[in-house]
DNA sequence: ATTGGCTATCTTGGATCCAAGAATGGCTAC
DNA sequence: GTAGCCATTCTTGGATCCAAGATAGCCAAT
């Protein structure tokens, strides 16, 4: 059988997803015996993994101490979007006068779909309907969606690179219980990608750029309310854990 | 003894350096073994230290073949060069506006001594002198800590991270046989750091993010056509090397 | 002479084993 | 009763060992 990967590949991003959409609470501390015994192989390749996750900024090594998920300060969260407004305009502009009809058209069904979800995400937001994870799941989708387009037209896999683990220097779910305040993203998020769109089709690259760049900037304000709203709720599990 | 760094950190650093420096051609096989007998470690703090590598893009593995430096297109570098260009121009607008008269003065410093070894690197060039190696890794380094300043000024370790790793995503030394060309380049990066400065000074943090974009950017070009003057001039070991 | 296949060797990926540093809990002294 | 010290236990970092995949060399058959 020809391996294509190699065990700490595979763990590593096992643990890289649970990280980044919260399942492994930031400050975690993680024990190289239980998660060897949890993906049944030795503590070797759960070692090597966890060498890859301290690369990638996900957690950070305390010699003879143990591994521990970092946790992300305000001033982390910020600089992230900031690198990603930068580096999604960049890639804005780049991929503008790249399009073709049929990229336009893809950007159009996504856009489309996007809108229909926003609508009964915001009908859900106002009554405050009790199970919307997936419809909320399948909304993110279709946003990110719409940015892979414009990275793969505008092909510069680098920038897709940090950009996109820029993006995952993310919070867990526990943010999007925020509904209220939300819904003003929902909206929002919905209007500036149908101007973007239309920018792009219009061919004005600096234009769809500075859009790009705006649309990004916004949605770090309104995350940046809805963490003090929550107020700083993030519990830090010690060593003891 | 307390450790303060790990075996396999200390490996990683140093098989960092030796890559970003060139000293490991890009294409090289890294072989465990003899890395391994090289540190008078085991093989297995240097497969860690290699999975850090890996993530940071540097190095490739290739399941139950080994690993290889990963070599470096020229529409790679270019990518490097513009998400280079788009930081460092948004951490100059950023420190523009907490410049401190001592970071003034301290930019002011580097830059004349910069202007120093431009003027001797210059002159180096036209008589093509053998042996200014030294005297171009002064001025590299009074290049970089011009850019450090604004840096440490702006405070985003973040985006501070993501372009430094861009930068090193670099050729090793021969690039700098072409002299010749490298000439433009000396006076341009002089002229721009001085402007850079006024701007600053000034207080104009839009202009002066433009100013650091465009440098970056002049740069880009620049190492374009030494690349081309050059040729595809990088042999690739194979496997069997 | 060349090509195909087989075997021997090499190298990696992973498991197990060992030593050293860090937390914990109990004991003693005040 | 409390504070400090020492031993026990736990966990990590690293070394060694083993199996499986890959390369290379050799031989035979056409």
Same mark, same amino acid.
């Given at each position: 059988m020809s391996t294509l990967s190699t065990k700490a590949d595979d763990i590593a991003r096992a643990l890289e997803d649970e990280i980044v959409s919260g399942a492994i609470a930031p400050g975690a501390v993680l024990r190289q015996? +239980? $998660? +060897?015994?949890? %993906?049944?192989? +030795?503590?070797?390749p759960v070692r090597e993994a966890l060498r890859r996750l301290a690369a990638l900024g996900l957690v950070s090594f305390e010699p003879n101490?143990?591994?521990?998920?970092? +946790?992300?300060?305000?001033?982390?969260l910020r600089e992230a979007f900031l690198v990603r !407004?930068? &580096?999604?305009? &960049?890639a804005t502009e780049i991929a503008t006068p790249k399009m073709t009809p049929a990229d336009l058209a893809e950007l159009d069904a996504i856009e489309r779909r996007f809108g229909e979800l926003t609508l009964e995400l915001r009908g859900h937001a106002r009554s405050q309907?009790?199970?919307? !994870?997936? &419809? %909320?799941?399948? *909304?993110?989708?279709?946003?990110?969606?719409?940015h892979d387009v414009i990275y793969r037209v505008a092909d510069v896999p680098l920038v897709e690179r940090i950009a996109k683990s820029a993006r995952r220097t993310f919070l867990g779910d526990?943010? *999007?219980?925020?509904r209220a305040e939300l819904d003003e993203l929902y909206a929002k998020n919905d209007l500036q990608h149908r101007a973007i769109r239309e920018t792009i089709a219009a061919g004005s690259a600096s234009a769809a750029r500075a859009l790009a760049r705006e649309h990004v900037l916004s949605s770090s304000r309104l995350i940046e309310?809805? $963490?003090?709203? &929550?107020g700083a709720a993030g519990r830090e599990p010690g060593w003891g854990g």
């Amino acid at each position: 059988m020809s391996t294509l990967s190699t065990k700490a590949d595979d763990i590593a991003r096992a643990l890289e997803d649970e990280i980044v959409s919260g399942a492994i609470a930031p400050g975690a501390v993680l024990r190289q015996e +239980s $998660l +060897s015994e949890r %993906f049944d192989v +030795s503590r070797t390749p759960v070692r090597e993994a966890l060498r890859r996750l301290a690369a990638l900024g996900l957690v950070s090594f305390e010699p003879n101490r143990g591994v521990r998920v970092r +946790s992300i300060t305000a001033h982390e969260l910020r600089e992230a979007f900031l690198v990603r !407004a930068e &580096l999604e305009a &960049l890639a804005t502009e780049i991929a503008t006068p790249k399009m073709t009809p049929a990229d336009l058209a893809e950007l159009d069904a996504i856009e489309r779909r996007f809108g229909e979800l926003t609508l009964e995400l915001r009908g859900h937001a106002r009554s405050q309907a009790p199970r919307d !994870a997936g &419809l %909320f799941v399948e *909304w993110m989708q279709a946003n990110y969606a719409f940015h892979d387009v414009i990275y793969r037209v505008a092909d510069v896999p680098l920038v897709e690179r940090i950009a996109k683990s820029a993006r995952r220097t993310f919070l867990g779910d526990r943010v *999007w219980s925020a509904r209220a305040e939300l819904d003003e993203l929902y909206a929002k998020n919905d209007l500036q990608h149908r101007a973007i769109r239309e920018t792009i089709a219009a061919g004005s690259a600096s234009a769809a750029r500075a859009l790009a760049r705006e649309h990004v900037l916004s949605s770090s304000r309104l995350i940046e309310v809805v $963490l003090e709203t &929550l107020g700083a709720a993030g519990r830090e599990p010690g060593w003891g854990g």
